[in-house]
């Protein structure tokens, strides 16, 4: 849809630029085209005050517009100058054009350290990343740096071992520099250079290579599987999953030519099934970190459209993202949003028969290109059942809640890196949290920090551990006993 331009084409801004189309737009700011190519972020003045509030602009670098009865602050940039939202932003041009974003996001983070930047502002003008949302990061540094770095990739940026995979056009060594400009150590394992492709390609001509078919992606024979092969995958709190990910993934990864020799060529898909709060989310982001593998997500945030098409078309355009990435992990996630059963479920409309055709195509030719698929619901009864047949996802897991030995485990991991007197007992809160989520075990070694803290100590104790867990009830009834379990 087009968007409702604040001012009138043509209207005069006070640096002298003209306003021409917007180009994008929130609710408190909006970025338009100005005279002569370059651009203009205009932001309402409760939000320019947030950002002064916070030191990351001076009044000297906006001028005042005013517009009717509102009153506006703008700031204009040439058309060599980059200045567009995060959500909406490409993959930088040049080297230097990462270094400038890498400066501004070690410059904001040293004034600004906890703001969300997910959704900021790039203004290469002022070096800044300016939030436009209220409360703290739920993506880290890292993973914005890598994601802004490969078009789309969650893969942080410190992963000198998995960005090559994907960014072929900037060599090992201009890779580090980068990550070290936005402030960040490197302290991954050494890049595996790949030797099929030129690292003078930029990034549209090695795009067209992938088209062409003549660049393989991060395939298994010519860079390794990115596994650690002398340790197994652990999952603190969740041994049978554990057990599962290293038995039907991790072994079938590491020994690829012996399964191969046996007709199995990758590992199937999984669906991940059972109550909120139960680890699955956790239990994919460790199996993605140990892999090494760039991963994508699809979610109904990212595929959800009123048009005709559109979402068959964007979940199209991901599982080809993640095979020309291949090896690569592919997480659906919420899919009881998108793939509910077409008959029950509210889903006889065609949209909903075109999606799930979309990706009953789909999976089975992902995971003959190397694509590890994922898929998580809290409501497995909903989705519809081609998708849960063999073939397409053999292997159906209910995750359920926890056992008082699976708390005991995530609890030792969770207090391992934290100082804490003699008194702390783990296994008294392991009992009380047997059988609830084990975002609530999380959750009390947290809060039983922060009043450690508040109290003025140096360690974490026992009493403040218990004070936590009992100010924290269970907000789910009647789920006490559940366990992982096969299906």
């Known amino acids: 849809m087009p968007i409702e331009s604040w001012m009138p084409i043509g209207f005069e801004l006070p640096d002298g630029a003209s306003c021409g189309r917007p180009l994008f737009t929130g609710w408190n700011w909006q970025i338009v085209e100005t005279s002569g190519g370059g651009r203009a972020l205009i932001a309402k003045e409760e939000l320019f005050n947030r950002w002064r509030a916070l030191r990351l602009v001076d009044v000297g670098d906006f001028h005042t517009v005013a517009f009717g009865t509102e009153c506006y602050r703008q700031v204009s940039c040439r058309p060599s100058q980059k200045l567009f939202p995060l959500s909406n932003s490409s993959t930088p041009s040049s080297i230097s054009e990462a270094h400038a974003f890498a400066t501004a996001l070690r410059e904001t983070r040293g004034?600004?350290?906890?703001s969300s930047l997910q959704d900021a502002i790039y203004i290469e003008k002022l070096s800044r990343l300016l939030p436009v949302q209220e409360g703290s990061s739920s993506a880290d540094d890292e993973t914005l740096l890598g994601y802004w770095l490969t078009g789309g990739?969650?893969?942080p940026a410190r992963s000198i071992r998995r960005l090559p995979h994907v960014l072929r056009w900037i060599d090992a060594d201009e890779l580090r520099a980068i990550v070290m400009t936005a402030g960040f150590d490197i302290n991954d394992d050494?890049?595996?250079?790949?030797t099929s492709v030129s690292n003078a390609l930029g990034p549209s001509e090695y795009a067209t290579n992938v088209v062409d078919g003549s660049v393989v992606l991060g395939r298994l024979e010519n860079f390794g599987s990115g596994v650690d092969s002398g340790n197994a995958f652990e999952l603190p709190g969740r041994a049978q999953l554990e057990t599962f990910f290293n038995e039907h993934i991790v072994d079938i990864v590491r020994n690829k030519e012996r399964y191969k020799a046996l007709g199995i060529s990758f590992p199937s898909a999984t669906i991940l099934h059972g109550p909120p709060g139960c680890g699955k989310t956790f239990a994919v982001e460790q199996l993605i970190k140990y892999l090494g593998w760039p991963s994508f997500e699809i979610d109904a945030s990212?595929?959800?459209?009123?048009y005709i098409h559109e979402t068959s078309r964007k979940v199209s355009e991901i599982f080809e993202k993640a095979m020309q990435c291949a090896p690569s992990v592919l997480v659906i996630d919420e899919m009881e949003a998108f793939l509910a059963d077409r008959e029950n479920g509210g889903g006889g409309s065609h949209h909903r028969v075109e999606e799930v055709a979309e990706f009953l195509r789909r999976i089975p030719e992902a995971i003959s290109n190397e694509v590890l698929i994922i898929a998580m619901t809290n409501r497995v009864e909903m989705i519809d059942p081609a998708i849960l047949r063999r073939g397409r996802f053999d292997h159906l897991i209910e995750v359920g809640h926890p056992s008082e030995e699976e708390v005991a485990a995530?609890?030792?991991?969770?207090?391992a890196p934290l100082p804490?007197?003699?008194?702390v007992t783990p296994?008294?809160?392991?009992?009380?949290?047997?059988g609830r989520p084990l975002s609530d075990v999380a959750f009390v070694v947290r809060e039983g920090a922060r009043l450690s803290a508040r109290a003025g100590q140096h360690a974490l104790g026992q009493g403040f551990l218990i004070a936590a867990l009992e100010t924290s009830p269970s907000r789910t009834e009647g789920d006490s006993g559940r366990r992982i379990g096969f299906v």
């Open 302 to 306: 990212t595929i959800a459209s009123p």
């Open 410 to 415: 995530l609890l030792d991991k969770l207090l």
């Open 111 to 114: 004034i600004d350290p906890d």
């Open 427 to 434: 296994a008294q809160l392991s009992r009380a949290l047997a």
């Open 420 to 423: 804490k007197d003699e008194t």
């Open 190 to 194: 050494p890049v595996i250079a790949p």
């Open 153 to 155: 990739i969650h893969v």
